[in-house]
């Protein structure tokens, strides 16, 4: 499969999604608002794969992550199926899909920064690149965690699912604590391949 059918099978993958996503969802203000990052993304990527096209590894990401919003964006994080029949069948606290969100927030963006600092940058694989790396995706988990804030302040109770805080006073730092285990686990597991991909587009 080349690079061509490679990202076309993505896009109908992300299509399908995007669809079925946008079909009577739970409430559509929210539905807009836990898709956003996709709809800004999306032509993002279109407008720069010209001059910069990324690896396989950070498309595969991107989507794993765009699908993870669009699901929480058409059920709310609080009340994803799957993962409330987990936590009633567990006796579990709430509904953990938010917090597989929030992992994601960190593990996908995680790779995306490694990947433009290696090839816009003078940094090399290493520590600092790891540190930096981290630092990038506790940032974009912060800045998300304010963004949640002001929606709250400017619209009130039809934010509270937008939050998705579920009852628990440290939400949000399980939020950034999450997306830093995902910027690490990232870079511990997928380095090797990515580093390899990287290797095979710049030739």
Same mark, same amino acid.
Not at 126 to 135: A, P
Not at 137 to 149: G, P, Q, V
């Given at each position: 499969?080349?690079?061509?059918?490679?990202?076309? #099978?993505?896009?109908?993958?992300?299509?399908?999604?995007?669809?079925?996503?946008?079909?009577?969802?739970?409430?559509?203000?929210? @539905?807009?608002?836990? +898709?956003?990052?996709?709809?800004?993304?999306?032509?993002?990527?279109? &407008?720069?794969?010209?001059?910069?096209?990324?690896?396989?590894? &950070?498309?595969?990401?991107?989507?794993?992550?765009?699908?993870?919003?669009?699901?929480? /964006?058409?059920?709310?994080?609080? $009340?994803?199926?799957?993962?409330? @029949?987990?936590?009633?069948?567990?006796?579990?606290?709430?509904?953990?899909?938010?917090?597989?969100?929030?992992?994601?927030?960190?593990? +996908?963006?995680?790779?995306?920064?490694? $990947?433009?600092?290696?090839?816009?940058?003078?940094?090399?694989? /290493?520590?600092?690149?790891?540190?930096? +790396?981290?630092?990038?995706?506790?940032?974009?988990?912060?800045?998300? $965690?304010?963004? $949640?804030? #002001?929606?709250?302040?400017?619209?009130?109770?039809?934010?509270?699912?937008?939050?998705?805080?579920? /009852?628990?006073? @440290?939400?949000?730092?399980?939020?950034?604590?999450?997306?830093?285990? /995902?910027?690490?686990?990232?870079? &511990?597991?997928?380095?090797?391949?990515?580093?390899?991909?990287? +290797?095979?587009?710049?030739?």
């Amino acid at each position: 499969m080349n690079d061509r059918q490679y990202l076309t #099978w993505l896009l109908v993958c992300f299509a399908t999604v995007f669809v079925w996503s946008a079909i009577q969802p739970h409430d559509y203000f929210i @539905w807009f608002l836990e +898709v956003f990052p996709v709809l800004v993304g999306l032509p993002l990527l279109m &407008v720069t794969y010209a001059k910069f096209p990324l690896t396989r590894l &950070v498309y595969a990401l991107i989507l794993l992550h765009a699908i993870i919003l669009l699901v929480g /964006g058409h059920y709310t994080y609080a $009340e994803m199926p799957l993962f409330s @029949w987990l936590r009633d069948y567990y006796g579990l606290d709430r509904n953990y899909y938010d917090r597989l969100g929030h992992v994601a927030q960190g593990f +996908v963006p995680a790779i995306i920064a490694r $990947e433009i600092l290696l090839r816009t940058s003078p940094l090399k694989t /290493g520590k600092w690149l790891f540190f930096i +790396v981290v630092c990038i995706c506790l940032a974009i988990s912060a800045f998300y $965690e304010c963004i $949640e804030w #002001w929606v709250a302040l400017a619209s009130g109770s039809d934010a509270v699912a937008f939050l998705a805080t579920q /009852g628990d006073v @440290w939400d949000t730092q399980w939020d950034m604590f999450l997306a830093l285990l /995902g910027a690490i686990f990232a870079q &511990v597991f997928l380095a090797k391949i990515h580093d390899r991909q990287m +290797v095979q587009l710049q030739r």
